[in-house]
């Protein structure tokens, strides 16, 4: 989440510690081979799919990697030996397997891109191969970027386990306005734009593609011509059209929901900047939200699920060979908080809305959350991101980021194994 949102230590009050930064000048004045993919990570390849697969799975994790994220990490690292052990022990072992890991960051262009703590492209989707930290128990053959076991023949040396947990682990320094659908779209080519060359080959015609979000934030994807991560010429506090630059931007401009005891408790309504009359308190107002969804109407600024769910279907003739999973904080409660502006300009008496943790700690979570942790674990509702999970049926996999990963990452394992098992071979590479 970076500087822009919630730090592990002040999870409800760090959202606008970026703001002191905004300050600035008054107002902000190759080749490919079952190895995995090699070659200059700037060009690109004509297409994003290459023969062959059959009887495979090609799987993409999806790591956040803002800020607060490494508890989450390191609980998603605990897992990956059940899960690859779960795929590798069924009556049909998956022997046949390419594993790639990118980050949510894909910048954030703008007038404040770096007091925001980002850069203006990100990641780009680029599969992330390093070991991380200290982490040596296994390495990918060089030049390789993703994981492949194909016919007996790996890139890897060491367990399999290991190599995977040692590259998962992506830290906490990606951008805080976190774009963990475009990410995907943007590493598969399922954007109308060729694959990033580092990704070359990853994704094969005949093999069923698994996809995983490890989350604790919503999708904040935007397309690349958005002022959303802009002052645009006006001051950061509450006169700003948009509202201050922070993560509550994304609820604003990414969901509608209905407000139960407004006016029109029946209306689908943006998140308000400000407190309406019926908010809850006077030092603190809350404002709780019932039945949101991603806004795809001309309201919202964020692009529309609906694209991304189309985009990756569009990768398979037959999209049932598509599996998704996603740990990500409930979509409800929804909770809008408004707390005292820290960092702006000009904002002396402001209340600053942000959303309360739809999990967490104790006394750190919206009134009516669920999940009440001990272990570091907290996320925001993910509205879009449950919406785009349930777009794929039966196929779709959710779970909670402060719960205990096992189960989830088994239901996932459980539908490769399904899906894989459904369909023909088709051959081998």
């Not at 682990?169 to 976190?178: D, I, K, Q, S, T």
């Not at 774009?179 to 995907?184: E, K, P």
């Not at 904040?220 to 011509?225: G, Y």
């Not at 009516?368 to 996999?397: E, H, K």
Request: hydrophobic content about 40%; proline content about 7%.
């Amino acid at each position: 989440m970076n500087l822009l949102t919630k730090s592990a230590a002040e999870p409800r009050r760090a959202s606008f510690a970026l703001m002191a930064g905004l300050a600035l000048a008054g107002a902000i004045g190759c080749s490919k081979n079952d190895t995995g993919g090699t070659g200059d990570q700037t060009s690109s390849v004509p297409a994003s799919e290459v023969p062959g697969g059959g009887g495979g799975v090609d799987i993409l994790f999806m790591i956040d990697n803002s800020s607060s994220m490494t508890s989450m990490q390191q609980k998603l690292v605990a897992q990956i030996p059940m899960f690859l052990t779960t795929l590798q022990s069924a009556a049909r072992p998956l022997s046949d397997f390419h594993i790639a890991v990118i980050s949510s960051d894909l910048g954030a262009p703008g007038d404040s891109t770096s007091s925001i703590g980002c850069t203006v492209d990100g990641d780009q989707g680029i599969f992330q191969s390093q070991p991380r930290g200290d982490c040596q128990a296994g390495t990918l053959a060089p030049g390789a970027t993703y994981i492949s076991n194909v016919g007996g023949v790996a890139n890897y040396t060491g367990q399999l386990t290991d190599v995977l947990a040692c590259i998962t682990p992506l830290g906490a320094n990606g951008c805080g306005f976190e774009h963990q659908l475009a990410s995907v779209a943007r590493a598969l080519g399922a954007d109308g734009q060729p694959a990033p060359a580092a990704n070359a080959g990853f994704l094969r015609r005949d093999a069923e593609l698994a996809i995983f979000l490890l989350t604790n934030e919503d999708d904040c994807s935007a397309p690349a011509d958005t002022t959303l991560y802009s002052l645009n010429g006006h001051p950061q506090n509450l006169s700003n059209p948009l509202g201050p630059i922070a993560n509550y931007r994304c609820n604003e401009f990414g969901h509608l929901c209905r407000d139960p005891a407004g006016a029109n408790p029946g209306a689908l309504i943006m998140p308000p900047l400000n407190p309406p009359a019926d908010a809850q308190g006077s030092g603190t107002p809350t404002l709780g939200l019932v039945d949101c969804e991603s806004n795809d109407t001309s309201s919202g600024m964020l692009t529309p699920i609906s694209k991304f769910v189309a985009e990756i279907k569009a990768l398979k003739a037959d999209p049932s060979r598509i599996t998704v999973g996603a740990l990500v904080a409930p979509a409800t409660p929804y909770t809008v908080e408004w707390t005292p502006a820290a960092g702006g300009n000009d904002d002396a008496g402001e209340l600053w809305p942000q959303i309360e943790h739809s999990c967490g700690a104790q006394g750190d979570v919206a009134p009516l959350a669920a999940d009440v942790t001990t272990d570091g674990s907290f996320g925001d509702p993910a509205v879009r991101i449950t919406q785009w999970v349930q777009a794929f049926g039966d196929n779709g996999v959710l779970g909670s980021i402060c719960d205990d990963y096992g189960l989830t990452m088994g239901s996932m394992a459980g539908k490769v194994l399904a899906n894989r098992g459904a369909a023909p071979d088709a051959g081998t590479d």
